[in-house]
């Protein structure tokens, strides 16, 4: 069992940055693939970054350039670095993580194993 505790969001004005991470507890390793969704009021749960098995990352195209996944394998935590935040990034942020996903599986949130509670992420001027 993996345990994944988000932590980071909060209320910003469009344009500024914000760090959210992942502390990932239980028989997590750098072997897994963690990734982060969001999902807005109404709307799916939406892929956004993904970091698979500390060799590689990928990202939405909505926010390719501004967000950008990294992980602490020491601390068992991975981060979701925001930038230039705009008004349609604001969602409730969840980390995943699957210790065997595929690479063609892992923008699709079924295929995660495990989630964390999410954080609120709220861009407003």
């Known amino acids: 069992q993996v345990q994944l505790v988000e932590s980071g969001g909060g209320l910003v004005q469009p344009g500024s940055s914000l760090r959210l991470s992942c502390s990932a507890s239980?028989?997590?390793?750098?072997?897994?693939?963690v990734a982060w969704f969001r999902q807005a009021i109404g709307k799916e749960r939406e892929f956004v970054a993904a970091?698979?098995?500390?060799?590689?990352?990928h990202y939405a195209d909505s926010v390719k350039g501004r967000f950008t996944i990294s992980r602490d394998n020491a601390k068992n935590t991975v981060y979701l670095q925001m930038n230039s935040l705009k008004p349609e990034d604001t969602a409730v942020y969840y980390c995943?993580?699957?210790?065997?996903?595929?690479?063609?599986?892992?923008?699709?949130?079924?295929?995660?194993?495990?989630w964390g509670q999410g954080t609120q992420v709220t861009v407003s001027s």
């Open positions: 995943a993580a699957d210790r065997q996903i595929m690479l063609s599986s892992i923008y699709e949130a079924e295929h995660y194993d495990y």
């Open positions: 239980g028989s997590f390793s750098r072997t897994y693939t």
């Open positions: 970091n698979r098995r500390s060799s590689s990352t």
